[in-house]
């Protein structure tokens, strides 16, 4: 196999957008616009990643350039696609293969079409291929001008504004996705002029130049004209994030998950959902969340970057941050999981309680109105109603450690660092400020005094 580079092109300005921020940084459905063009073009392993960066370079540079791999061209005046292409080219010298050309603000190409391109262009070793798209309004695109009356080869791709009404006509349009043998390329680029309506260099006009010097020019045809959406406004940018979540969607059902509304169930694309389980609506499930199967996720919760082993129920309104649930455990309503937190197989964690970088073992309880800390529980632990962890003494966090067996009353404190040894009880009600030993009772609050009689007296007075 040839080697495969990928160009995207990202320096237009996105007037429309209204917006302070570059177009392809723009989020849909998580992902910014060209990260998802670049979650796609991951599927043909390119060699090298140019963006061509102009309009607010140094913001799109900085969002991206941590990541291994990619380079950026600068086209500071944007002249056309055509001299945005050409921007490339040096970060391509001595390189051979196939140049795929992408666009930064189309995020709906998928994986698959794009091998289809590549193996295309590839297979017919042509010098160009163009991934078109038949549509019912094909305004604005530039139009797929074939030979013999529209039947035969691509003879020329012509843009909206300078197209002749019967080119209007046609309803075969250019994605601007392009494949590209990468040898005649750059040299080619170059005759491309500025003879049309919008005074641009056109990269589409290598079509006809290419076949004026009888180099092979080919073409793969979408199945879904959608992939090639593009974004230019708020409106496009939330259709585009609505056809990715209904994607989304459809494959989990079809997976075998139920999401008892779809229309507002908002789960990621790198989420996944084993069968079987049930999805509530108003339902948040981001990043890289994985949730088993046989689990109920109960209207209007939360969960990032987090996994959810089988069978396990989160009730309404839950909030779950880079944690992890076992199977068979339960939580909420109304609980919050911060990071590195760890609910155990079948444990508990009830209305109102906060858990951070604790974990709760196996069969453990935490019912109701809680805050654990940095807390280290054990198995089979029964940590009462209102039990606060005082983990932060205002300048550092501290440990707390409880055992298995032991039994927290309800309105305790436990100041860290503190220990709760095995089957040890606290008394409802304390402050524990000293370790507990295994299998004591630790009570600390103060002594109860009954005056008898005294409300009657009172009342007399
Ligand atoms: C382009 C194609 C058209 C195709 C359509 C598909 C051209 C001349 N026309 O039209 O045939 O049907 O895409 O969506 O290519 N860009 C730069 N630098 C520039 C100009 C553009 O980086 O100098 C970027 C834009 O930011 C955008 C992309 O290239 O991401 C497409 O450019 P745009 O001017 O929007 O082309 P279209 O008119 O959409
Ligand atoms: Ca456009």
């Not at 250019?174 to 080619?188: D, H, K, Q, R, T």
């Not at 006009?205 to 010097?213: A, G, M, S």
């Not at 990032?304 to 839950?318: K, L, Q």
Request: hydrophobic residues 40%.
């Amino acid at each position: 196999m040839p080697d495969n580079h990928v160009v995207i092109l990202a320096a237009g300005k996105g007037t429309r957008m209204k917006s302070a921020d570059p177009k392809v940084l723009h989020r849909a459905a998580g992902f910014s616009l060209i990260d998802h063009v670049l979650r796609a073009a991951a599927a043909i392993a390119p060699a090298t990643t140019v963006v061509v960066v102009g309009h607010m370079a140094d913001r799109v540079r900085d969002t991206l350039g941590k990541r291994p791999g990619l380079a950026f061209a600068s086209q500071e005046v944007q002249l056309g696609t055509g001299h945005a292409l050409l921007q490339a080219e040096s970060h391509l010298a001595g390189k051979s293969g196939t140049v795929v050309l992408l666009s930064g603000d189309a995020p709906l190409l998928r994986p698959a079409s794009l091998r289809a391109l590549v193996q295309a262009h590839t297979a017919r070793g042509a010098a160009a291929t163009v991934l078109t798209a038949r549509v019912d309004r094909p305004q604005g695109y530039g139009r797929v001008v074939r030979e013999d009356s529209g039947r035969g080869r691509i003879a020329a791709i012509v843009e909206d504004k300078d197209a002749t009404p019967a080119e209007r006509e046609i309803d075969e349009i250019n994605s601007g996705i392009y494949a590209f043998a990468l040898e005649p390329l750059f040299a080619s680029l170059r005759s491309i002029g500025v003879a049309n309506a919008q005074g641009e260099y056109y990269l589409p006009d290598l079509v006809k130049i290419y076949r004026e010097r009888g180099l092979t020019v080919e073409t793969v045809t979408l199945d879904d004209s959608r992939e090639i959406l593009g974004v230019n406004s708020r409106r496009e940018l939330a259709d585009v994030a609505a056809i990715l979540r209904a994607t989304k969607n459809d494959e989990l059902m079809a997976s075998g998950v139920t999401l008892i509304d779809p229309a507002t169930a908002w789960i990621g694309p790198d989420v996944t959902i084993g069968a079987d389980t049930i999805v509530h609506p108003n339902v948040y499930l981001e990043g890289q969340t994985r949730i088993g199967s046989g689990c109920e996720i109960h209207a209007g919760v939360r969960v990032i970057d987090s996994t959810v082993d089988d069978g396990a129920v989160i009730y309404n309104y839950c909030v779950i941050t880079a944690s992890h649930i076992a199977s068979g455990a339960q939580v909420g309503p109304f609980a919050h999981l911060r990071p590195q937190s760890d609910v155990g197989e079948g444990a508990k964690v009830g209305n109102f309680t906060e858990l951070k970088k604790t974990t709760l073992g196996k069969g453990s309880k935490a019912s109701h109105l809680s805050y654990l800390g940095d807390a280290t529980i054990g198995e089979k632990v029964n940590i009462g109603a209102g039990t606060i962890i005082c983990n932060y003494d205002g300048t550092h966090k501290h440990p707390t450690v409880i055992e298995d067996g032991a039994f927290i009353g309800s309105d305790s404190q436990l100041v860290a660092p503190v220990k709760v040894g095995k089957g040890a009880y606290v008394a409802a009600g304390s402050s524990i400020v000293e370790d507990v030993p295994a299998g004591a009772l630790g009570i600390a609050r103060g002594k109860q005094a009954n005056k008898p009689g005294w409300v009657e007296k009172n009342r007399k007075k």
